[in-house]
Nanobody, 125 residues
Framework: QVQLVESGGGLVQAGGSLRLSCAASGRTSSNYRMAWFRQAPGKEREFVAAITWSGSSSTYADSVKGRFTIWRDNAKTTVYLQMNSLKPEDTAVYYC??????????????????WGQGTQVTISS
């Protein structure tokens, strides 16, 4: 079992930056891939970014590529999402997700069995 706790959300103006953190606890010695998803009101949950256990491979949604960066610190069992040049359409609840099989990245939410409670990100225009 792995528990995930996100932090770092908030309200910023368009063009600003935020850094989200996801702290993992529990069986963190296992080889877990991790990802960020988001869900805006009235919309489906969508993929944002994912990273392998080693951190050597990552992938991003086209909508955030070049603006967001995912990385992880396995010593601190934490994954981060740096979000720059934020836009009002980035407004959503952001969720951290994890699952075993850390050698590949996945964009599919059904391939993640562990989820955090989410953190609200609001971008004002």
């Amino acid at each position: 079992q792995v528990q995930l706790v996100e932090s770092g959300g908030g309200l910023v103006q368009a063009g600003g930056s935020l850094r989200l953190s996801c702290a993992a606890s529990g069986r963190t010695s296992s080889n877990y891939r991790m990802a960020w998803f988001r869900q805006a009101p009235g919309k489906e949950r969508e993929f944002v970014a994912a990273i392998t256990w080693s951190g050597s491979s990552s992938t991003y949604a086209d909508s955030v590529k070049g603006r967001f960066t995912i990385w992880r610190d396995n010593a601190k069992t934490t994954v981060y999402l740096q979000m720059n040049s934020l836009k009002p359409e980035d407004t959503a609840v952001y969720y951290c997700a994890a699952d075993r099989g850390g050698w590949y990245v996945s964009r599919r939410p059904d391939e993640y069995g562990y989820w955090g409670q989410g953190t609200q990100v609001t971008i004002s225009s």
